[in-house]
């Protein structure tokens, strides 16, 4: 258990629809980050956030958009969403290390399996 | 697109062997880690290397880092069937992202 939570665990949508997937990192960590996995694309970085703050930002489409809050939970939002947009999507913490530019190692939760019908 | 590039894309030993992986990158890092992948299950971290050092050992891993190749390199030693997984590397540049590659697909047989 890697102390992650991310949830739901599961989720079915159509397309055009919404959704929001919510991470809680492990306790202590001050850094987000969010992961979209899929088998053509492999594991594509989204982005991160650090205490509150978005840190930086990678694949990451319109459509797409997060926040990390005060009490340092993620969600990320998916809207218009697209038979393309099947994925699981994984969020990860860190604590950040002696440096945010000094990116150590990753926490992953189990991921959250979206299918788009 | 992915920094680290592994190879090969799949692999498949007897429980065992040694089982080694490569993993090339583009650009200068400040650290290469590798991850373990379950099918369909959130990463694990199993090792990580500073742009400072050139090779480290965890239990059975051995990892290697070729700053001047842009190449890294990670060894399972006396392989076993629950070792069968996906293995990514990832690297980390000076902008905190950690970028993986596409991973490579171990299979251990007993």
């Known amino acids: 258990d890697s102390g992650v939570t991310q949830t739901p665990k599961h989720l079915i949508t159509a397309t055009g629809q919404r959704v929001t997937l919510r991470c809680s990192p492990r306790?202590?960590?001050?850094?987000v980050y969010w992961y979209q996995q899929s088998l053509d694309q492999g594991l594509q970085f989204l982005i991160q956030?650090?205490?509150?703050?978005?840190?930086a930002k990678g694949n990451i489409l319109e459509r797409f958009s997060a926040q990390q809050f005060p009490d340092l939970h993620s969600e990320l939002n998916l809207s218009s969403l697209e038979l393309g947009d099947s994925a699981l999507y994984f969020c990860?913490?860190?604590?950040?290390?002696?440096?945010?530019?000094?990116?150590?190692?990753?926490?992953f939760g189990e991921g959250s399996r979206l299918t788009v019908l | 697109s992915q920094q680290g590039e592994e190879d090969p894309q799949a692999l498949s030993i007897q429980e065992g062997e040694n089982a080694t992986m490569n993993c090339s990158y583009k650009?200068?890092?400040?650290?290469l880690q590798w991850y373990r992948q379950n099918s369909g299950r959130g990463l694990v971290h199993l090792i990580l290397?500073?742009?400072?050092?050139r090779e480290k050992h965890s239990g059975r891993l051995r990892v290697t880092l070729d700053t001047s190749k842009k190449s890294s390199s990670l060894l399972i030693t006396a392989s076993r069937a629950a070792d069968t997984a996906s293995y990514f590397c990832?690297?980390?540049?000076?902008?905190?992202?950690?970028?993986f590659g596409k991973g490579i697909t171990l299979s251990v047989r007993p």
């Open positions: 650009t200068s890092i400040n650290n």
């Open positions: 306790s202590g960590d001050l850094s």
């Open positions: 290397i500073r742009s400072n050092e």
């Open positions: 990860a913490s860190s604590f950040g290390g002696t440096s945010v530019w000094n990116t150590g190692e990753l926490f």
């Open positions: 990832a690297t980390a540049g000076a902008n905190s992202k950690l970028t």
């Open positions: 956030y650090y205490n509150g703050e978005e840190r």
